[in-house]
């Protein structure tokens, strides 16, 4: 079967959509400390020209935060995508924001080219405190052994917890009795969970007194 020399020349120079540009890596504080959250956005310049300013997300994998940031591109045809805006190969990615201060790099960003997936990691931003609410042993499984680790280190002259806000069960700033029973009462009795950043690992932005001298969530 033959198509029309006409027909054969418009799907030659179709409209496709390019696959996004990617970013990705970690940031730390000056502190050294992981930092995941806060308004992160990448901003794409041609010659002089800004292009557009690409907005990013945090997020978290088997204890360790990433930000993660993709960026539009025109379509093959130099039409915008289906976003509505979009850069174009060979543009440059000139600077990662956060929170409006531009973030120092730990390597050269990249010129963008469509489906590239680049690490970039960085230094900057406000690091809030990274811990499992409860997880009072530090081996990041909320069990009775947490519940108990509490009241031995009250009571029974128990090492000091590494994490001393992971043992604030409760989460009001204050480590005591009620700590440990909040954490049995929500593992064995339906109690509530425990508040922010939960039982799992995730970022407390305002962290209590207690402090965190080393746990597992990095």
Request: aromatic content about 6%; some cysteine.
């Given at each position: 079967?033959?198509?029309?020399?006409?027909?054969v020349v418009?799907?030659l120079?179709a409209?496709?959509?390019?696959p996004?540009?990617?970013?990705?890596?970690?940031?730390?504080?000056?502190?050294?400390?992981?930092?995941?959250?806060?308004a992160?956005?990448?901003?794409v310049?041609?010659?002089q020209a800004?292009?557009?300013?690409?907005?990013?997300?945090?997020?978290?994998a088997?204890?360790?935060?990433?930000?993660?940031?993709s960026?539009?591109?025109?379509?093959?045809?130099g039409?915008p995508g289906?976003?509505?805006?979009?850069?174009?190969?060979?543009?440059?990615?000139?600077?990662l924001i956060?929170?409006?201060?531009?973030l120092?790099?730990?390597?050269?960003?990249?010129t963008?080219a469509?489906?590239?997936?680049?690490?970039?990691?960085?230094?900057?931003?406000?690091a809030g405190l990274?811990?499992?609410?409860?997880?009072?042993?530090?081996?990041?499984?909320?069990?009775?052994?947490?519940?108990?680790n509490?009241?031995?280190?009250?009571?029974?002259?128990?090492?000091t917890?590494?994490?001393?806000?992971?043992?604030?069960?409760?989460g009001n700033?204050?480590?005591?009795?009620?700590d440990?029973?909040?954490?049995?009462?929500?593992?064995?009795?339906?109690?509530?969970?425990?508040?922010?950043?939960?039982?799992?690992c995730?970022?407390?932005?305002?962290?209590?007194?207690?402090?965190?001298?080393?746990?597992?969530?990095?």
């Amino acid at each position: 079967m033959s198509f029309p020399t006409a027909v054969v020349v418009l799907a030659l120079f179709a409209e496709l959509p390019l696959p996004d540009a990617t970013l990705y890596g970690k940031i730390r504080s000056e502190g050294g400390l992981p930092v995941a959250t806060g308004a992160l956005k990448a901003r794409v310049r041609r010659a002089q020209a800004l292009v557009l300013e690409a907005p990013g997300a945090f997020v978290e994998a088997e204890g360790e935060f990433w930000y993660v940031i993709s960026i539009p591109l025109e379509t093959n045809i130099g039409a915008p995508g289906p976003s509505g805006v979009g850069a174009r190969e060979g543009d440059v990615v000139d600077a990662l924001i956060l929170d409006g201060a531009t973030l120092q790099l730990a390597s050269a960003l990249p010129t963008l080219a469509a489906g590239a997936v680049t690490r970039v990691d960085a230094t900057g931003g406000t690091a809030g405190l990274i811990y499992a609410r409860g997880d009072c042993t530090g081996d990041l499984s909320l069990n009775i052994t947490d519940g108990i680790n509490v009241l031995n280190y009250l009571f029974l002259g128990a090492a000091t917890p590494d994490c001393l806000e992971a043992c604030d069960g409760d989460g009001n700033g204050n480590l005591n009795i009620t700590d440990g029973v909040f954490i049995l009462n929500y593992l064995f009795l339906g109690g509530p969970e425990p508040p922010a950043p939960g039982p799992e690992c995730n970022v407390d932005p305002e962290p209590s007194q207690l402090g965190c001298e080393l746990g597992p969530c990095a």
